[in-house]
Nanobody
Framework: QVQLVESGGGLVQPGGSLRLSCAAS????????MGWYRQAPGKERELVAT???????VYADSVKGRFTISRDNAKNTVFLQMNSLKPEDTAVYCC???????????????WGQGTQVTVSS
């Protein structure tokens, strides 16, 4: 059983910052890519940022220059540093991780429960 637990969400004023974290635990053999997705009311889920096991990163155009994704492989944790937050960043942010639990098997796709980020004055 694999579990992803996010933390760090909350209410922040425009221009403020938040740091999200997501820790994976359970029967983990190897973690490939990790990432953050978000879904705002009335909108489809969108990719925010991903980071590979080798540290390569990809960002949505809307967050480039403001958000930074990173990971601590020793702790099976991925972070999302969010700066210069805008009201349009308001959404439920979910952690995603591609995890292999048993050697020689396919990777599985795992999701956290989501953490609410609200940017408002």
């Amino acid at each position: 059983q694999v579990q992803l637990v996010e933390s760090g969400g909350g209410l922040v004023q425009p221009g403020g910052s938040l740091r999200l974290s997501c820790a994976a635990s359970g029967s983990i053999f190897r973690i490939n890519a990790m990432g953050w997705y978000r879904q705002a009311p009335g909108k489809e889920r969108e990719l925010v940022a991903t980071i590979t096991s080798g540290g390569n990163t990809v960002y949505a155009d809307s967050v480039k220059g403001r958000f930074t994704i990173s990971r601590d492989n020793a702790k099976n944790t991925v972070f999302l540093q969010m700066n210069s937050l805008k009201p349009e960043d308001t959404a439920v942010y979910c952690c995603n991780s591609r995890i292999q639990t048993v050697p020689w098997t396919d990777y599985g796709d795992y999701w956290g429960q989501g953490t609410q980020v609200t940017v408002s004055s």
